[in-house]
């Protein structure tokens, strides 16, 4: 069983196309400060970002933002939160949310969100880290990634294992309640031919 404190979550600096994507986010953090379970984020005032951060802030939630100084100005750092953590660095930013959080969640977002939630999904592939990592498939979003996934396991890139470390959930009750409930999977914790 996991005790969640506080989630990373990863989302979109952009709105997105759906309101759907908003009130998810929306939606999220709400639940969250209803559950007492901290966020941390990445520090925008922007898109899916800004409406995770503003729920919680209005609902008097714990969310902390990480932001490379490179960022500051073109993401619009959200001066609103009592606690804005500058980075210098994209490494620095995903490493702090990964010590702080207790779990990892990606909602709707672009390249930057795939590229964060991919690398903490491959730390734990590779037993650097035991914590959940899952999708919130909002409007079906992330339905062709999942078939995509589900082709590399087929074809021999994926291990089962690895694929079955990702919980995907369209209800965010539902994905906290598998996050309660997340047991790590046993994993190799070192690399040779053939394990990853």
Request: charged share 25%; hydrophobic share 45%.
């Amino acid at each position: 069983m996991s005790e969640i404190r506080r989630l990373a979550v990863f989302c979109g600096s952009n709105p997105g196309a759906r309101p759907e994507y908003v009130q998810a986010a929306r939606s999220l953090g709400k639940l969250l400060c209803e559950r007492g379970i901290g966020v941390v984020y990445g520090g925008s005032s922007v898109g899916l970002m800004a409406a995770l951060a503003d729920t919680m802030l209005d609902d008097l939630g714990d969310i902390i933002g990480v932001i490379p100084r490179m960022l500051v100005e073109r993401e619009v750092a959200n001066r609103a939160l009592t606690d804005l953590r500058v980075v210098e660095s994209m490494h620095e930013r995903k490493a702090l949310m990964a010590e702080l959080a207790d779990g990892f969640v990606a909602l709707p977002g672009g390249i930057g969100t795939l590229e964060e939630f991919f690398e903490i999904w491959t730390w734990a592939q590779l037993g650097m880290h035991d914590k959940p990592c899952a999708l919130l498939n909002v409007a079906g979003y992330f339905d062709p990634l999942l078939e995509f996934l589900d082709r590399a396991v087929e074809e021999k890139f994926v291990r089962e294992v690895h694929r079955k470390m990702v919980i995907v959930e369209s209800d965010p009750v539902a994905l906290l309640s598998r996050f309660e409930a997340y047991e790590p999977p046993r994993v190799v914790k070192w690399i040779n031919a053939g394990t990853i």
